[in-house]
């Protein structure tokens, strides 16, 4: 069958052609790669497929993403292509056989569907396997083998040959040329030189362990030194030949393996990179940025914070503080991190001018004095330090910071290639570092402002105030919790505590705009409110100017009544009920007829007020749900808990600010802030008259 278009004929593929093809044929259709036909041979090979499925949904595996692209290009630019190379399927998808292997091509086609891509595959797999049988045969055949085995395995850059004494009976390659030293005929200690000294201990156990007891392979991947007097990663491997049960000589290759070693090495760093973007605060990123090349890249990295990033004027004392150190084993015990500042050297200075890094040499354990806060030259001095590599770290245009990567001990001096992969680690770690550094600035506004409004309370004539709040660690401490006591000019006070969902900047600052408003809500003795009417005012602004998803608050009004007791009025408005502690008495929470809707629910509903006369002595506590819920309990039995501490501390006879700073304290595993306020009438002191004075006097 044909199609016609304009006036050229084009012929159209029948997939059904292909139905007894002993290798594996699909069909998709259209741009979305539609699955419109599959034979039998393909569907032994990889299951059965979804028919009208998207490629992209009809192989999941995640080896069939490259599949898919190939499918976009061959249906985009009409051009066949091939994979020569052999695929493996493991065989995990429903109604697959197992793990094969396979090569296949891509093809432009034309069928009755429309234009699409013909799939062509071919089981690969008994090939494969018998290469894979063939790589895993033993070591013990003829020597013909052997040295044919080993030679096509090893990297043919230098061939040796040698005995079991360390003599070397041949060596076909270019040695000299890449050390710059004359080949010595047998393997000895000054041969041993030419090796890093952080891999002759390793290089001799793996040649120690492949030697003795039944001989094996020797693989071993270390660094040679080249003219320049910088290293380079080598691989050799070697194999025995033995001969009536006794080896006779080894055979290896040695080849020059730095690049694909650095390329591997540069994945694994950048792996470890992506560890910042879960780091909490500024120090900790910085310090996952240390970990991340140690050690493979430096012995030790110190991580010194410049305070304000931007430029930093002429003569100005610039000055850092040490906010992350680490060290590969082996070396002496960092010294621990203060938050001191130290006024910068000049080598530093110049490295944050320039934007360059710079390289120190120097005598084992003797640092340049001043280069470094003393607390970092005597550890090392006490590592035995010989070089010194400072390293900018440039965010947005401003050096943020600066990394210190010590060699210590016998280490070398790094190479242009591990400088080059030590400042590409760094300049990667920019974002994440970033959003750190943003995080903590935005962490620090919303903080001040959050105690810039928790004031100190009033002193209340006839009466014991006093208020505590705590974040719920040091790496959350901007949350949603804010308390207030107002005392009016009619000798009234009002008290206040609330929750406002969100830990952020937004939370802080819709925190101080409600707070605000409620002072001035109640202050205004104009047109008094009860507590239901002031939450329920605050209410229909908090909605209307869209303030805030969701708060809680209990708002009190407490004045004072004749013989020095005290009256309570307040409104619940979804938050925990107040806790009275009688001055006779068990501990009872004021529930009244249960807390209205919170704030920003439904602002037409309307609210209730609650009574309750204190007596002298008598303990009245407003708090957050930060004090009452504990991961794996029932709030029920967090209220019930802080009853029996609170009743337990009152017998103390504590003062109300001690009091609600121990509350606060024996809370255990708390996830969430948590405020207190508290309220406790006194006895007033009896009045005396003036004629009562007079007879005194």
């Not at 990179?273 to 605060?281: C, P, W, Y």
């Not at 970033?434 to 903080?447: G, P, V």
Request: hydrophobic share 45%.
């Amino acid at each position: 069958m044909t199609r016609t278009r304009g006036d050229l004929a084009v012929p159209q593929l029948e997939p059904e052609v292909f139905d007894d093809a002993i290798v594996a044929v699909a069909l998709t259709s259209g741009a979305e790669h539609r699955l419109v036909y599959y034979n039998d041979a393909f569907r032994d090979l990889f299951g059965p497929r979804e028919l009208g499925a998207r490629a992209a949904d009809a192989f999941t595996e995640e080896k069939a993403a490259r599949y898919v692209q190939m499918l976009d290009e061959v249906f985009h630019d009409r051009r066949g292509r091939q994979v020569t190379g052999p695929r493996t399927t493991e065989g995990i998808f429903p109604g697959a056989p197992g793990r094969r292997h396979f090569i296949y091509s891509c093809s432009p086609v034309v069928s009755r569907f429309g234009p699409g891509v013909l799939t062509v595959c071919v089981d690969t797999t008994a090939q494969v396997d018998a290469v894979e049988r063939a790589e895993q045969l033993s070591q013990d055949r003829q020597e013909a083998l052997h040295r044919y085995e080993a030679l096509m395995g090893a990297v043919t850059q230098t061939v040796w040959l040698m005995k079991p004494d360390g003599a070397i009976s041949e060596l076909v390659g270019d040695f000299e040329d890449f050390t710059g030293e004359e080949w010595r005929p047998v393997i000895d200690e000054e041969w041993l030189s030419y090796v890093h000294p952080h891999d002759r201990g390793h290089l001799l156990r793996e040649w120690q362990q492949a030697a003795e007891g039944d001989p094996s392979m020797f693989v071993c991947t270390f660094r040679l030194r080249i003219p320049s007097g910088e290293y380079r990663h080598v691989q050799s491997r070697a194999v025995p030949i033995v001969r009536d049960g006794v080896i006779v000589e080894w055979i290896g290759a040695t080849a020059d393996i730095e690049d694909q070693w650095r390329n591997r090495l540069r994945e694994r760093l950048l792996a470890r990179v992506a560890t910042v973007t879960a780091a909490a605060d500024v120090p900790q990123a910085f310090g996952a940025v240390a970990a991340a090349v140690v050690p493979e890249l430096t012995d030790a990295c110190a991580v010194f914070l410049l305070p304000t990033p931007g430029v930093i004027s002429e003569g100005e004392t610039v000055t850092a503080v040490r906010v992350a150190t680490t060290a590969r084993p082996g070396l002496p015990e960092l010294p621990p991190l203060r938050n001191e500042s130290y006024a910068v050297g000049p080598v530093a200075r110049h490295v944050i001018d320039s934007r360059r890094p710079k390289l120190l040499v120097f005598p084992a354990g003797d640092p340049p004095a001043g280069i470094l806060p003393e607390v970092s030259l005597e550890w090392l001095r006490a590592a035995r330090a010989t070089s010194l590599t400072l390293v900018p770290i440039v965010i947005d245009s401003a050096v943020v910071a600066f990394a210190c990567a010590a060699g210590c001990a016998d280490s070398p001096p790094p190479g242009s290639g591990d400088l080059a992969l030590l400042g590409e680690v760094l300049h990667e770690v920019r974002e994440p570092l970033r959003q750190a550094l943003e995080l903590q600035r935005t962490r620090h506004t919303a903080l001040t402002l959050q105690r810039a409004l928790l004031t100190p309370t009033p002193q209340v004539p006839g009466a014991e105030l006093a208020a505590h709040y705590q974040p719920a660690s040091k790496d959350a401490e901007i949350g949603g919790d804010w308390y207030d006591a107002l005392l009016l000019p009619d000798g009234s006070v009002t008290l206040t505590i609330g929750d406002i969902a969100g830990h952020d900047l937004d939370a802080a600052t819709s925190m101080s705009q409600l707070r605000s408003m409620l002072r001035v809500i109640a202050y205004d003795q104009s047109r008094p409110h009860t507590p239901a009417e002031s939450l329920a005012q605050l209410d229909r602004v908090v909605d209307g100017l869209d303030i805030a998803p969701l708060v809680t608050a209990v708002h009190m009004s407490l004045t004072p009544s004749p013989g020095g007791g005290w009256h309570a009025a307040w409104s619940n408005a979804g938050h925990p009920p107040p806790l009275l502690l009688p001055a006779v008495g068990a501990p009872r929470f004021l529930e009244g007829s249960g807390p209205d809707l919170p704030l920003c629910v439904a602002p037409a509903e309307s609210r209730v007020t609650c009574h309750h006369d204190l007596a002298p002595g008598d303990t009245l506590l407003l708090y957050t749900d930060g004090l009452i819920e504990v991961p794996g309990t029932d709030l029920a039995d967090g209220m019930a808990d802080l009853a029996e501490a609170a009743a337990a501390a009152a017998l103390r006879g504590l003062s109300l600010a001690d009091l609600c700073a121990l509350l606060l304290a024996g809370v255990l595993e708390r996830r969430d802030d948590a405020a207190v306020i508290g309220f406790r009438p006194v006895p007033r002191a009896p009045e005396v008259s003036e004629a009562r004075i007079a007879r005194l006097l």
